[in-house]
């Protein structure tokens, strides 16, 4: 069974905006750090942010500080990412990963481990 299910993408005009949600199948969020990456046509799959198990602390790269937003919600082993003024530029397929540690460690997860992803696209 897969160990994350993402959900929550589709087409969006830039500008817009979007709520991704990844549910894992265990408990991880009581224990782990969570990341979002994600892997546009041609380039390579990057981490985009992580989110912390013991204290919150947020991470995101430069590229989507101050539009995106990661949160948690341990009771219903969920982390979500949201998306505000997306641009052509955040298109890719979505996914998320658990860290190794309570913390973000910028760690990537193997090749296997991944869930399906969901698919942003932003255009006009």
């Known amino acids: 069974q897969l160990l994350f299910v993402e959900s929550g993408g589709g087409l969006v005009q830039p500008g817009g905006s979007l709520r991704l949600s990844c549910i894992a199948s265990?408990?991880?969020?009581?224990?782990?750090?969570l990341a979002w990456f994600r892997q546009a046509p041609g380039k390579e799959r990057e981490e985009i942010s992580c989110?912390?198990?013991?204290?919150?602390?947020?991470y995101y790269v430069e590229s989507v500080k101050g539009r995106f937003i990661i949160s948690r919600d341990n009771a219903k082993n969920t982390v979500y990412l949201e998306m505000n003024s997306l641009k052509p530029e955040d298109t890719a397929v979505y996914y998320c990963?658990?860290?190794?540690?309570?913390?973000?460690?910028?760690?990537?997860?193997?090749?296997?481990?991944w869930g399906q992803g969901t698919q942003v696209t932003v255009s006009s």
């Open positions: 990963g658990a860290q190794p540690a309570d913390y973000c460690s910028h760690y990537v997860p193997e090749e296997g481990s």
């Open positions: 265990e408990s991880f969020l009581s224990y782990y750090g």
């Open positions: 989110i912390s198990s013991s204290d919150s602390s947020t």
